[in-house]
């Protein structure tokens, strides 16, 4: 009786000689001549189906959990389950003073309308769109306009709007066409129809427990072609769309963690004043340096962070719900250390001490530290317990390295080795040595 064929081992020049093995042991085969012949086409047909199905079907496995996921989309799909969205790309933001002369002393008001530009000094030889986003208005001061502390996003500030149609959207679901948004930036106005003169504004779903069913909230997520969606309620959980309502959705395209630093600007538009007056002389004074650019959320953090919020629920105990929370609402993170108070040198009690390395950056500065604390941290962390910000304390290493090499090995010359080396090195330092 013949053998029966091993399925368990799946590589192609094993499935050939198994099918080979299992052919020579039948009366039909004897003596039969499998190399010479056309049947070892015919083997290497069969071989290589089974390994097609057995990688694939490899793959499949490897994709329908969240730690072996490599496509991001099945790694988005898991995190979805988890009530976990991906952080998108985070505009750098700088603030400035912005003084506009009028050249008269007449009373009027000015409004800087959101999407205004502003160009930024170069950075690598390369300057950076900066924008308004939201309308600022002042009243004049003697012959000048003073916007004080404005605060401009790095990046185009775009419009889209969505008609929503029941019957062939009914999910109500609008799909952003852009890569490179920064979610936080986005902003949307539905009218219930193309006529009506009202406008209202929807926030975004930040916890469900909070959305009854009339409030006026929308949904964002990311979905399996790597964009971000919006989508809105059914009357239970946040306020249905009236069938033929208009959508209006504005948000800054971002260039992420490149116009970091960015401190000095100028304004490139004219606007007009209520007195319909041109204004075109500005003075634009920095206040902070661009900060807070960060790039989209990798395949990896996803599969990290996913299950750590979940498990947190947004609320902030332990020192990990802590460093988990950050890494997903201020991504302007090359790497964090967190610890309770208790394991503090010496022990300070009813603190959590968060240690940020940000991207490009050696320290977080005064402004981002206010804002992870206040915007962040404030409406999530437990009353008795007090966040700290530290900066990370650095080690500075010299190193001084010899390279020996076979010249008979190799047609590289000195110099491409070294800078092959070098390379190396800093390749090393960015991924290992500058992570707590």
Not at 193 to 209: A, F, G, Q
Not at 408 to 428: C, H, K, L, P
């Amino acid at each position: 009786m013949a053998d029966r064929l091993r399925v368990t081992e799946l590589d192609f020049d094993t499935i050939k000689n198994n099918l080979k093995t299992f052919l020579s042991q039948q009366s039909q085969f004897t003596d039969y001549d499998f190399e010479g012949s056309g049947l070892n086409v015919l083997l290497d047909i069969l071989a290589y189906n089974t390994h097609y199905n057995a990688y694939y079907m490899n793959m499949v496995a490897n994709e329908s959990f969240l730690d072996t996921a490599l496509l991001r989309s099945s790694a988005v799909s898991h995190a979805k389950l988890l009530n976990y969205i991906p952080y998108s790309s985070s505009s750098p933001v700088a603030k400035i003073n912005l003084n506009a002369y009028s050249g008269s002393t007449t009373p009027g008001t000015m409004t800087i309308p959101a999407g205004y530009n502003f160009l930024s000094e170069l950075i690598d030889g390369k300057s950076y769109n900066f924008v308004s986003n939201e309308d600022i208005t002042v009243t004049k001061t003697n012959s000048t306009y003073y916007f004080e502390n404005v605060e401009i996003y790095e990046g185009q500030r775009v419009t889209y709007v969505f008609n929503y149609v029941q019957n062939s959207n009914p999910k109500q679901v609008f799909v952003l066409p852009d890569a490179n948004i920064d979610t936080k930036t986005i902003k949307v106005v539905v009218s219930p129809s193309s006529v009506s003169s009202i406008s209202t504004k929807y926030n975004k779903v930040v916890d469900i427990l909070d959305v009854e069913s009339t409030s006026e909230v929308y949904f964002l997520e990311e979905n399996l072609a790597g964009n971000f969606q919006i989508s809105f309620g059914n009357d239970v959980v946040g306020k249905k769309l009236p069938d033929g309502a208009v959508i209006s959705v504005s948000y800054i395209i971002t260039n992420g963690i490149a116009a970091n630093k960015a401190n000095n600007f100028l304004a490139l538009q004219t606007v007009a004043d209520s007195l319909g007056q041109t204004l075109s002389n500005f003075t634009v004074v920095p206040i902070t340096a661009a900060s807070g650019g960060s790039t989209r959320e990798s395949v990896d953090s996803i599969k990290f962070s996913a299950p750590a919020q979940f498990a947190t629920q947004n609320r902030l105990v332990t020192f990990k719900d802590y460093e988990t929370y950050v890494l997903n609402n201020y991504p302007n993170i090359g790497s964090i250390s967190v610890w309770g108070g208790e394991d503090n040198n010496p022990p300070i009690y009813g603190k959590t001490f968060i240690c940020i390395k940000p991207f490009n950056a050696t320290k977080l500065t005064t402004v981002e530290k206010a804002y992870i604390k206040s915007t962040v941290l404030d409406n999530r962390k437990v009353v008795s317990i007090i966040p700290e910000l530290v900066d990370p304390e650095y080690f500075n290493i010299a190193l001084h390295v010899t390279v020996y090499y076979n010249e008979q090995e190799t047609t590289r010359s000195a110099s491409e080795i070294g800078t092959i080396v070098r390379n190396a090195i800093f390749d090393y330092d960015d991924a290992e040595l500058q992570k707590f």
